[in-house]
């Protein structure tokens, strides 16, 4: 199955911006949704973003109007455009095939984003 690996990560001052990328093994153009996910230290994992093939997003309250996922089925890649970050965005971002509850592909390694000043 499709396996992911998240890329971009770093420290970022707060207000600052990033761009994560999620490179696929395979073809994701089949795949009707795909998401980025964070955990934060002691923290579950949760859902930050989600995209599906006809473009339609949907985010976490908490990231609406800063964070903008998009999705490349040429290039095999998923975006997280995270821009104003905030201390609270501090997290181990990862990409992932939606389930209901949680990702449907093992997890990647993930790419640590870390807003500090």
């Known amino acids: 199955q499709v396996e992911f690996v998240e890329s971009g990560g770093g420290l970022v001052q707060p207000g600052g911006s990033l761009r994560l990328s999620c490179a696929a093994s395979?073809?994701?153009?089949?795949?009707?949704?795909m998401a980025w996910y964070r955990q934060a230290p002691g923290k579950q994992r949760e859902l930050v973003a989600r995209v599906t093939n006809s473009g339609l997003t949907n985010y976490a309250d908490s990231v609406k109007g800063r964070f903008t996922i998009s999705r490349d089925n040429a290039k095999n890649t998923v975006y997280l455009q995270m821009n104003s970050l905030e201390s609270e965005d501090t997290a181990i971002y990862y990409c992932n095939r939606p389930g209901s509850t949680t990702g449907l592909s093992p997890w990647g390694q993930g790419t640590q984003v870390t807003v500090s000043s």
């Open positions: 395979g073809s994701i153009a089949s795949i009707y949704a």
